[in-house]
């Protein structure tokens, strides 16, 4: 397969579009990471490879030749000839320099809960890998090119997602990456957990020796939060562009009034991303008359309707503000201290802190729960018979007694459910910043617990999307068998009932839904459904 090098700061390709035939390779510290060429790589779409040539390589081995002249004159240097955190007090003596960085990932091995997927490894291990690249951590060429080697050949390490408070960065479930390279920690390799060790032997690469701070240069930044930010970046944008799809089959299936997307109502009160939102929705509906829906069945539509475009717009318009926070973390350098061979300098600061990551996970979960309880209120306007404009209650499309069947009753309680969840985790990760670590890290982000909260939003999120996809399709089912609406008046809705009735079989007598709404999840999260235009 042919390869396409990147350009510095050039996209792979637009998320909504199907990806090249040419392959396409990110070189890092060359080419700058965005959310899509993240996505991409962490999904093994693209390949990743470190940049070569002499110069990026002096560029990289004279920040760790800086370090150590730093080391032979003055000494000093934080997490190099001194213990961590509050223990920067503590001297170490010159033959345990090399000691210190492995003692470094053995005490932070106490992470807990659930490992992280495949592709948020991937992704965490790339940006940690950029960011060391940017060549200002005082790490060696040799360093990079073990982290090359482990994506390389998708040597995944089991990272626990718990025991991060976003400061001094990803401390604990980083040293997973930095426990790996010297063969004392779990891996995922072809499918298989093994010691890191063994699959090193295997391919014939000893474990890795760090050099003085070399440990602490993966582990004290932000890389983990910022996968699982990228990650959630990615979902919830295909998300908020599925909610403008399916709210315009809401709409025809509810005989709405296609009239509260007109553009020039969204002129007049003009904030960009809701006025796109609701620009989706409209090209999604049939075009005036052409479409042969019938006339509104009332003037004005319940508020989950005529106001979506200013629910999911909220997403369109904080989308470029939350993509550069994010790409922005992922192309700097972001550990300390840092190391600087242009100006001959060590800087001791803070930019392993994840506040701009914590406010933008906290800012999309609210959007993206918000877009969740907008689904979930048109869910329940299909089937309730106050609301639905003439479908059987509960969307039920029993050919024997409706007293026997209950269709969508106990999927809208589960999408309740689901939301309840969903809105319940939107609060704010920021506001409960607390002092650990003796005082030292007296003021933390939180960053990684609002990203893995932002990722469980987008779940749930999700979840409600699928039950709403359902039972919109089973909404205008009906109405077609009642000759109501005609598949060809359906606009561009008729591209995602087909994809729906592809695999859902219309509901007719009750059975179990579980698998379909499984399906329908698996789908969503591959991608599979057509967006707006």
């Known amino acids: ?109 106490c992470g807990m809960g659930d490992y992280f997927d495949d592709e948020t490894v991937r992704a965490l291990m790339i940006i940690r890998l950029n960011t060391l690249a940017q060549g200002y951590s005082g790490v060696s060429m040799e360093l990079l090119r073990y982290i090359e080697f482990f994506i390389k050949h998708d040597i995944l390490p089991l990272v626990p997602q718990e025991g991060s408070v976003g400061a001094s960065g990803d401390l604990t479930p980083l040293s997973y990456l930095a426990g790996a390279l010297i063969g004392e920690r779990q891996v995922k390799y072809q499918g298989k957990v093994r010691r890191s060790s063994e699959v ?114 909220l997403f369109y318009d904080m989308r470029e503000t939350l993509r550069a926070f994010i790409e922005t973390e992922m192309n700097s350098a972001n550990d300390n201290p840092l190391i600087d061979p242009k100006t001959q300098s060590v800087y001791h600061g803070g930019h392993f802190y994840g506040g701009h990551i914590c406010f933008a996970m906290d800012s999309l979960k609210n959007i993206t729960a918000n877009i969740a309880d907008l689904l979930d209120r048109q869910l329940a306007l299909l089937v309730d018979t106050k609301y639905n404009r003439g479908l059987p209650p509960n969307l039920t499309g029993t050919l024997g007694s409706i007293s026997l069947n209950h269709g969508f009753k106990a999927v809208q309680i589960a999408a309740s459910a689901w939301t309840a969840e969903a809105l319940k985790n939107t609060m704010p990760a920021s506001v409960f910043s607390r002092s650990t670590e003796c005082h030292n890290q007296d003021k933390v982000s939180m960053g990684t617990i609002s990203a893995r909260d932002c990722a469980r939003v987008n779940k749930l999120t999700a979840q409600v999307t699928a039950a709403l996809m359902l039972a919109a399709f089973q909404a205008i089912n009906l109405r077609l068998k009642k000759n109501e609406l005609a598949l060809n008046s359906l606009g561009q809705t008729e591209k995602t009932y087909n994809e729906i009735s592809a695999f859902f079989k219309p509901l007719e007598n009750d059975r179990p839904l579980e698998d379909d709404l499984r399906k329908t999840l698996k789908l969503i999260e591959e991608r599979h459904f057509s967006l707006c235009p």
């Open 1 to 109: 397969m042919n390869q396409k090098t990147l350009e510095i700061g050039q996209t792979s390709f637009d998320s909504d579009l199907t990806p090249p035939l040419t392959r396409l390779t990110i070189e890092l510290g060359k080419d700058r990471l965005t959310v899509e060429t993240l996505v991409c790589a962490a999904k093994k779409q693209i390949d990743v490879r470190l940049c070569g040539g002499a110069e990026f390589e002096a560029m990289i081995d004279g920040g760790a030749a800086l370090l150590d002249t730093t080391l032979e004159k003055h000494g000093g240097i934080y997490g190099v000839t001194t213990g961590y955190g509050d223990s920067c007090t503590e001297t170490v003596n010159p033959d345990q320099y090399r000691e210190l960085p492995v003692n470094l990932t053995r005490f932070h091995g």
């Open 200 to 313: 090193l032997t295997e391919l014939g690469k000893a474990p890795y020796q760090f050099r003085p701070k070399e440990a602490i240069a993966i582990m004290n930044g932000t890389a983990v939060m910022n996968a699982v930010a990228v990650l959630a970046f990615s979902d919830a944008e295909y998300l908020a562009g599925l909610a403008c799809r399916i709210t315009a089959m809401v709409s025809i299936a509810l005989m709405g009034n296609a009239y509260h997307f007109n553009q020039r109502l969204f002129e007049l009160k003009p904030h960009a991303g809701q006025a796109l939102s609701a620009e989706k929705i409209r090209a999604c509906l049939p075009e005036g008359k052409q479409g042969a829906l019938p006339a509104p069945a009332r003037i004005q539509d319940p508020y989950s309707i005529r106001c979506a475009p200013h629910v999911i717009g």
